[in-house]
């Protein structure tokens, strides 16, 4: 019997019987996207959000500054004027394209602000998603200082 | 368990502004050691944030949201006083919650 298959049946057990209990509640069990996450460039990153190719829209207003002095902290932030349900910022050449995910239910602004790392100068995608669809605007951000190597 | 998080939510004409400083290393798996073995990755993989139970925000992070992430959003229908909570789960399954009135 191969010990670490015992190992990960027992801890999957585990976590089932937390997310059963209550332990873990309905929203904190909510599958991360791992397949989404491990896209390495926008089309596996829409295919993975089952959406066709991105549209370029001008609703979409995304924030990002031209030159990054330091790619481990680089701000971004989108706002649109469409009924947005779902934001994605996306990098490019980053070694897994998507950089983060936001669900936005109804009562919240189409906007968000954070702050990604960027291992080199890339078009940074702020991907909107309004009726169904997926709408994008990009910009290239210029990095004089990677943030993902050593 | 993970440091607190800095939340900072105010009311404003109906919308409430929130913003959260997360005290998470958001390891991204690409670094080396000393040695040259690979440090695992360990990032926060959701961020969920609740007013009365009700979901207001979530966000699924990467290993490339930086380090110590910030997030920064706004929603409406939350009055002053209200309780906005926001908990965080990484890939290692720690978790942490922390909770706010809103301003």
Redesign the interface.
Known sequence: MNPKRRDTLRLMAVIGLMASTGLITQAQAAEWNKLAFDGKSLDDVLKAFGGGAAEKSADVSFNAPDIAENGAVVPVGVSTTLKATEIAIVVEKNPSALAAHFSLPAGTEPFVSTRVKMGQTSNVLALVKADGKWFVASKEVKVTLGGCGG | MGDPMRIRATENGG?TEVKILMKHD?E?G????ATGKVIPAWHI??V?A?VKD??????????????D?????????AAKGDKLSV?W?D?R?D?RTDEVAIA
């Open positions: 919308v958001m991204s690409q670094r080396k050691d993989n959701t969920v609740k009700k979901e207001v925000f979530t966000a699924q992070f990467g290993p490339a949201v930086s380090k992430p910030f997030l920064n959003f706004k929603f409406k229908g908990t789960v890939n399954a978790t």
